[in-house]
């Protein structure tokens, strides 16, 4: 049976071809997810401030309730500081050398000319982590002096003796430099530049007393960092604590690697199912084409008393000799195709461009398994008509087309479309992600509902243009008679076609409406008329000096963050991450359509939630919620006030001063300025203006500046998906050509019957034109239509308006794009096949 199969495969090449593209194309997609997922599980980047240090132990790295997975952790935004005390408790630890505490505080130095620099200030004796020797100068010894790294001496100006303004959360303060250190053999550090102060000024300034950023350990002469580690884990096991050695030391260093591995996994996790189920979709879809184009062969194989079971055994040892070699080579190429979008995802700010791929053998092999699976699936379910009706009925049917498919394939695309429908309304009821990620998915299981019922489809609107079709001289008749008679191979070329438009279509502008959505509550929302803002943020001051600005109403101060919310239902527990707001008070700058409660009363333990949050979790006005804070702590808060307009700046809003206490640099993100209506705004501006000169950096901007600030998460998040999405369509518009140029080369035969009983080359091409015109524009139609629906629930439910935001070229392009394709796919290899004489075609093997 072996041996017939592989001769099999070598008769068949053509049509194998296009299994084996479909295969591993689709086994590098997979592939590709399963090595980002498993990067964002191992992978990290080199550390450089604990560069010499064997272990470092810092704070809690994720949030990770009692009872939740390891998958539903979810990374702090601010670096969580640790008990000073803990330093002791590491130094007694059997086989460390010493331990060092690290002071360590977002601050911004202002050079000579007014320029400013974000650094990050340190206690000298955290210099020995990396280590900094000392260049020129001295260590410093008072709370006015302070040491530079000399690639920041370089970018200031500064020399040993001058005076350097440094802020934190107030005015600049100026400090004397008395020292210039470097690491060995190179100026600084790549990722940032350093102050060092003495450890009591350091505590100061990083204000949170009694309290270090993280614990450098040195292990003893012959104790390995590893087991130094573990060691380390079991002493401060009750302590909350991320204990790290080797490469894991970058992600207590910088806290942005902690978020970028989630997201990565997130990407990957929620790209891979979407990759999983096209890929299975367009196999099975090739492969049922190449064997429905074999129903006289395997008819005849009936006839001279082959059996079911003899019939199904050959087809699956077929497909298995393809699809092996294929899910092989589509596994290794996953580590590509991986690189590629690790390339992607770093250009556009998603994960740091030193986050190496983690390749190992898990992903490769489940890909592998995942093809090699899928083709064996999709072979057994199109080997089971062919292998199980009779032999009389089957040499009938593989001359003339099945007319309808069989009732189970009819009830299967009714429910494909039944549960699209239902996911489309989602977003009716809720404004939160879910609506998103409903709306792509309703579509999906609706396009694969149309393919599953195909003909049942394709028939009615075939029967639609075949009429005026026929008018069309003599291509437009056969072309119309030939879509009519072979209503299954044109649902099979239709499908590819109909999933790139409507997938493109939902995909851009699920997110256009999504994104439109938010710059209009953000106009709606913001009432202010100057912003005021900085790099690295606004000293809390700013905001008590711009109230005693004549001509000044009202001020509020902003600092975006990150509220952390758990969820159990059973015994199932979900953790997500979502934007929040810390805010002053908001009377005259900012109406978030309150509900219920009242907005003055957010303050000390106070919380106000958007009606979505409130509905989910089914709290109201003076009940409690448990959260976790940006740095990951967990906090009891009060419900104050509820309100409507949550999509533009969040689900949850914070007293300003909490949400401050609990961000790394302490700092406001901006400042929200009312002007009086009697006041004279050129004098009013001009006093804002000068706020630089107190607090360097400062600008002042319209409250147009403030929304595209607020949208910056969700300009990356549609990079992303732009980027991920783009690999899909990008094999979906391989299988496109693979599937018509496949349909259009097994027609030899039919285009030299064509020619012999009279038809020119110019009338065979015609007909063939007219169909490709014919599939292009039921494909266009279908796959405008099935996401039209969705994302108009969308945007009813986002905006109130069934207008779906975005530019309409991006639709001509999807359109334009899928019908080259498909005109190419089709005119192609027709004009290959018509090279041939019509006496020697007509002679080729089916």
């Known amino acids: 049976m072996r041996s017939i199969a592989w001769q099999m495969?070598?008769?068949?090449?053509?049509?194998?071809v296009g299994a084996f593209i479909a295969i591993l194309c689709g086994t590098a997609v997979v592939a590709a997810c399963g090595v980002l997922m498993e990067s964002g599980l191992r992978s990290g980047v080199p550390t450089e401030r604990y560069a010499a240090a064997s272990v470092v132990v810092g704070g809690e790295q994720v949030v990770q309730p009692e009872g939740a997975p390891f998958l539903e952790a979810q990374p702090v935004g601010a670096v969580p500081t640790i008990p000073a005390a803990l330093v002791a408790e590491v130094a007694a630890v059997p086989g460390v050398a010493s331990a060092v505490g690290e002071s360590t505080f977002d601050a911004r130095a202002v050079a000579p000319d007014g320029s400013v620099v974000q650094v990050l200030g340190h206690n000298w004796d955290a210099a020995a982590l990396t280590p900094f020797e000392l260049r020129q100068g001295r260590a410093p010894a008072g709370p006015g002096e302070v040491v530079l790294d000399a690639d920041l001496a370089r970018r200031t100006g500064a020399g040993v003796g001058a005076r350097l303004g440094v802020m934190t959360t107030s005015t600049p303060a100026a400090y004397e430099v008395v020292g210039i250190a470097a690491p060995a053999g190179k100026d600084g550090l790549v990722k940032q530049s350093g102050l060092y102060f003495t450890t009591a000024q350091a505590e100061r300034l990083s204000d949170a007393p009694g309290r270090v950023r993280a614990i450098g350990v040195f292990a003893q002469d012959g104790v390995a960092a590893a087991d130094l580690a573990e060691r380390v884990e079991r002493a401060l096991a009750d302590d909350h604590v991320t204990v790290a050695a080797g490469g894991d030391r970058g992600a207590v260093e910088f806290a942005e690697v902690g978020r970028s591995r989630v997201v990565l996994m997130a990407i990957a996790g929620s790209f891979a199912g979407i990759a999983v189920l096209v890929a299975v979709f367009v196999v099975a879809g090739t492969l049922a084409l190449a064997i429905d184009q074999r129903r006289r062969e395997l008819a005849l194989l009936r006839a001279i008393a082959a059996t079911p079971?003899?019939?199904?055994?050959?087809?699956?040892?077929?497909?298995?000799?393809?699809?092996?070699?294929?899910?092989?080579?589509g596994a290794a190429a996953g580590v590509l195709v991986a690189g590629r979008l690790r390339d992607g995802f770093a250009a556009i700010g998603v994960i740091p461009h030193d986050l190496a791929l983690?390749?190992?053998?898990?992903?490769?092999?489940?890909?592998?398994?995942?093809?090699?699976?899928?083709?064996?699936?999709?072979?057994?379910?199109?080997?089971?008509?062919?292998?199980?009706?009779?032999?009389?009925e089957a040499l009938v049917e593989a001359s003339v087309e099945p007319r309808e498919p069989g009732r189970w394939r009819g009830v299967a695309g009714a429910g494909f479309l039944v549960f699209g429908v239902a996911l489309a309304v989602?977003?009716?009821f809720t404004r939160g992600e879910a609506a998103f990620a409903m709306t792509g998915m309703s579509v999906l299981l609706m396009v694969v509902g149309v393919a599953v019922l195909g003909p049942r489809v394709v028939q009615p609107l075939v029967r639609l243009v075949a009429r005026p079709l026929a008018a069309f001289g003599v291509g437009g008749y056969l072309a119309a008679h030939n879509s009519r008679a072979n209503a299954r191979r044109l649902s099979a070329a239709l499908t590819p076609l109909m999933l790139s438009i409507a997938f493109a279509v939902v995909n851009f502008y699920s997110q256009t409406a999504v994104e439109t959505a938010t710059g209009r509550e953000a106009d709606t929302v913001t009432t202010a008329d100057q912003v005021l803002s900085a790099p690295g943020g606004l000293s809390p001051e700013v905001a008590d000096v711009a109230r005693g600005l004549p001509g000044v109403e009202a001020v509020t101060a902003l600092v975006r963050t990150n509220v952390i919310t758990t969820s159990r239902s059973g015994d199932s527990v979900e953790v997500s991450r979502s934007p929040a707001l810390g805010v002053g008070s908001v009377r005259g700058n900012l109406d978030f359509g309150v509900v219920s409660g009242s907005l003055d009363d957010l303050r000390g333990d106070a919380v106000a939630l958007d009606r979505d949050s409130a509905r989910w979790s089914g709290r109201q006005v003076g009940d409690e919620v448990e959260l976790h804070l940006d740095d990951g702590a967990p906090v009891k808060l009060r419900v104050a006030a509820t309100y409507e307009r949550g999509l533009a700046f969040g689900g949850h809003l914070l007293p300003v001063e909490l949400a401050r206490a609990h961000s790394s640099a302490r700092t406001d993100t901006s400042v929200l300025v009312r002007l009086s209506p009697d006041a004279d705004r050129a004098a009013t501006a001009r006093a804002l203006a000068s706020l630089a000169d107190r607090f360097p950096g400062l600008t002042v901007t319209d409250r147009s500046r403030l929304a595209p600030a607020e949208r910056a998460e969700q300009r990356t998040q549609f990079w992303v998906n732009v980027l991920a999405m783009g690999v899909v369509l990008g094999y979906i518009a391989i299988a496109v050509a693979n599937t018509l140029v496949l349909t259009t080369a097994q027609r030899r035969r039919e285009f030299a019957l064509l020619r012999l009983v009279g038809a020119t080359r110019r009338q065979v091409v015609r007909t063939m034109r007219a169909e490709a015109l014919l599939l292009v524009g039921i494909a266009v139609a279908v796959g405008t239509l099935l996401p039209a629906g969705p994302l108009v629930l969308l945007s009813i439910g986002l905006t109130g308006t069934p207008l779906v935001g975005g530019p309409v070229l991006v639709y001509l392009g999807i359109v334009a794009f899928t019908a080259l394709l498909g005109l190419l796919a089709v005119g192609l290899p027709t004009r290959l096949a018509l090279r041939a004489r019509p006496v020697d075609a007509i002679g080729v093997r089916e």
């Open 358 to 392: 983690s390749v190992g053998p898990i992903p490769l092999v489940a890909a592998f398994l995942l093809g090699l699976g899928a083709a064996r699936l999709a072979a057994l379910v199109a080997a089971r008509r062919p292998s199980r009706i009779p032999p009389t």
């Open 426 to 428: 989602v977003p009716l």
């Open 309 to 329: 079971r003899q019939i199904g055994r050959l087809i699956g040892l077929e497909t298995g000799v393809v699809a092996s070699v294929a899910a092989a080579l």
């Open 9 to 16: 495969v070598k008769a068949h090449r053509l049509g194998f």
